[in-house]
């Protein structure tokens, strides 16, 4: 069966619009190279995914948007990394579409993460695993207490995590994080 973007399927406002489906061959020509092109066509992915019904794949699509280079000065991406996506992904995912676990999915991303710019993404996987924690309800999605208690993992505070994106992150990055998350918290537990 074709691939295709479902009817009457809202777009996530903070992605760029799809004309047609988007497919792992419209990433294959940045392969190791993590430019804007790269930045723009994970987050065209993504948004595609999501058309289709494929939230869990569309998050994935945006963690590996997170893996661009900072522009250079002036040249810009057009578009803040995708944090309200996320969110946004993770508030609207519907009950029957696979989500998985995503508290679960970033605890794991960060404390496993290599690749380039590896120690920024690692603060990014913390920051997007707070924001799932404040809009998904932890019994449904719990961390896994397992690793934390195997692996003597500490899981940095939001303090923590916005400070080392202040530092290391995109020019305001920090802020832009801090305002999702306080939209989000405003907006209460994902009603299920």
């Not at 939230?55 to 803040?80: V, Y």
């Amino acid at each position: 069966m074709p691939r295709r973007h479902l009817d009457h399927r809202d777009a996530c406002p903070s992605l760029p619009g799809v004309k047609r489906v988007w497919t792992a061959r419209d990433m294959a020509p940045f392969r190791g190279r993590y430019d804007a092109g790269f930045y723009e066509a994970a987050l065209h992915y993504a948004q595609s995914l999501w058309l289709e019904g494929k939230p869990a794949q569309a998050l994935l699509q945006l963690n590996k948007s997170m893996m661009a280079e900072r522009p250079a000065a002036g040249e810009g991406t057009g578009r803040p990394l995708p944090y309200a996506a996320l969110a946004w992904v993770l508030r609207r995912a519907p009950a029957g579409e696979f989500l998985g676990n995503p508290v679960r999915h970033y605890q794991h991303l960060a404390t496993r993460m290599s690749g380039p710019r590896g120690d920024l993404r690692r603060w990014r996987a913390w920051a997007c695993l707070h924001l799932a924690e404040t809009i998904l309800p932890a019994d449904r999605f719990p961390r896994d207490h397992l690793q934390v208690e195997r692996e003597r993992i500490r899981v940095p505070d939001w303090a923590e995590v916005l400070g080392a994106l202040a530092h290391m992150g995109w020019p305001g990055e920090e802020a832009l994080v801090r305002e999702v998350r306080e939209g989000e918290r405003a907006a209460g537990l994902r009603p299920d």
